[in-house]
């Protein structure tokens, strides 16, 4: 940034900025956006109505990933307070208060899409095969018409990215993401317990190894979640997992210049920031080539409606359960025990485990010299081998519900960063909970393990998004689901 910034009134200076540019900063376009819920939207300013950055400095973010820590603070946090939306819709914040849109529900559970993905549709497009959700495809297209429309009879610009909508990019499949992490886990704990001898000898079965496992986590140097609920709410996972989120463009999301040269000041974006909104579109403050949908506004509740049956209620009531299944309901169960389970714990650690078995089938294990019995020379030491085999199904049940909670608990725990002092109480209560004849055992105290994290849920460990220094988790209130 200048050395010397100078004060700009925002009521006027900046939009004098992008009037310069040629970017239309009134109302007086033919379009009305009605947003009922939220009313207008005004970027926060300063108290003092001041924008104490320079005119060089708002008309040119320098944000980068690549910058040092104390400068990129900066130019995230210039990013972030200056309003380039104003006067606009409300654009979604996706790195910061709405970090896990489309990722958790309403009491913050985390949700991924069903795996049998009913809900998706087809984006016509020459750019292969681009799905979204079924409701979120038909507003794009009503949306990509409308500002072909205004285009083709000169209201704005046709040389513009926000003139033909073209999507390039939407739903990502987080099952084939979490499989590829669940690899690199796989691939980095066989490392570590092979380049030592003593855990090398000491993990000779699945629980052995399990327990190697946590020792990793707790060290706190591999920080992927090998969960579900812990892939969709880390940062690990992304927007484009909902099915909600559109893109227009694959752009670099830790550029700031771009999103303002190349996006923001397209001549067409203010337009098309009140068009989006129209058709029941948020557009991504920090991505402004990507619009997600949000599916609660009339527009999208409208078109949702199409998909879902009257008699099971209105689709606001409906949308979640529909579309998406909370993220510990999954956490149970293997692979041929239940097809709603495809993604358990124990099948995916039955498949670590059996890998690593496979990989490294022997242990060598060599005697070393005492004092009470020395060895002469080599050849007196005794070398044994011991053979690592497959875990079965069988074997795995047999080890009992509550050793897989109290185990899926802790992975929880490392996940997610938080420490109770009191594990062994909440253990207990886990206990009596599963126990209870008036509960429904594992499902209920799945909930209870999730219900006691997920208050934890926005950690500020976020990378180089957060404009705040490590802080550890934060408890957001209370967020039970009963």
Not at 26 to 33: D, E, I, N
Not at 448 to 466: H, M
């Amino acid at each position: 940034m200048a050395n010397d910034p100078h004060d700009i009134t925002l009521n006027h200076e900046l939009r004098d900025v992008l009037d310069e540019a040629g970017v239309e900063t009134t109302s007086a376009l033919p379009l009305q956006v009605q947003v009922p819920t939220l009313g207008p939207h005004k970027e926060p300013i300063p108290s003092t109505g001041i924008l104490p950055y320079s005119l060089e400095d708002v008309g040119n973010p320098l944000g980068t990933n690549d910058l040092g820590a104390a400068q990129l603070f900066e130019e995230r946090k210039m990013y972030k307070e200056t309003p380039y939306f104003m006067g606009l819709p409300e654009p979604l914040e996706s790195w910061y208060d709405k970090l896990y849109f489309g990722r958790v529900d309403r009491i913050q559970n985390g949700i991924i899409l069903r795996k049998e993905n009913n809900g998706l549709k087809q984006i016509p497009t020459g750019n292969g095969n681009i799905f979204a959700l079924n409701f979120v495809v038909d507003a794009f297209m009503a949306l990509k018409q409308y500002m072909r429309a205004f285009g083709d009879a000169g209201q704005i610009t046709k040389i513009s990215l926000f003139y033909d909508l073209t999507a390039v990019s939407a739903f990502h499949n987080p099952y084939q993401n979490l499989d590829a992490l669940r690899n690199i886990w796989s691939t980095s704990l066989a490392e570590r317990i092979i380049a030592s001898k003593p855990r090398n000898s000491k993990t000779i079965d699945f629980k052995s190894y399990v327990k190697e496992l946590l020792s990793y986590m707790k060290a706190g140097t591999n920080r992927r979640p090998i969960t579900v609920t812990g892939y969709m709410v880390s940062n690990f996972s992304s927007p484009m997992n909902s099915g909600l989120s559109i893109q227009l463009a694959n752009e670099d999301y830790g550029a700031d210049a771009p999103k303002f040269h190349k996006y923001i000041m397209d001549p067409n974006f203010r337009f098309f920031a009140r068009a989006a909104r129209k058709f029941g579109f948020y557009v991504d403050r920090n991505a402004p080539w990507r619009i997600i949908a949000d599916p609660f506004s009339t527009p999208m509740l409208q078109r949702m409606a199409s998909y879902l049956k009257p008699a099971d209620g209105p689709p606001e009531s409906r949308f979640f359960h529909h579309y998406y299944q909370r993220t510990y309901m999954l956490e149970w169960g293997t692979p041929n025990s239940d097809p709603r389970y495809p993604y358990g714990l124990q099948g995916a650690l039955k498949k670590m485990y059996n890998d690593f078995a496979e990989n490294y089938p022997s242990i060598r294990t060599t005697t070393e010299a005492t004092v009470r019995c020395p060895q002469r020379s080599i050849s007196d030491r005794a070398t044994t081998v011991a053979t690592r085999r497959a875990v079965e199904d069988m074997e795995l049940w047999n080890y009992g519900d509550m050793y897989w909670l109290d185990l899926y608990f802790k992975i929880r725990l490392y996940e997610s960063g938080v420490k109770f002092s009191n594990y062994d109480s909440r253990v207990r209560t886990l206990r009596q909970i599963y126990k209870s004849p008036h509960l429904l055992n594992v499902h209920d105290a799945l909930r209870y393990v999730n219900n006691e994290i997920k208050p934890y849920l926005y950690n500020l460990r976020v990378g180089a998004k957060s404009l705040t220094r490590e802080a550890g988790p934060v408890r957001i209130g209370s967020v039970k689901d009963y």
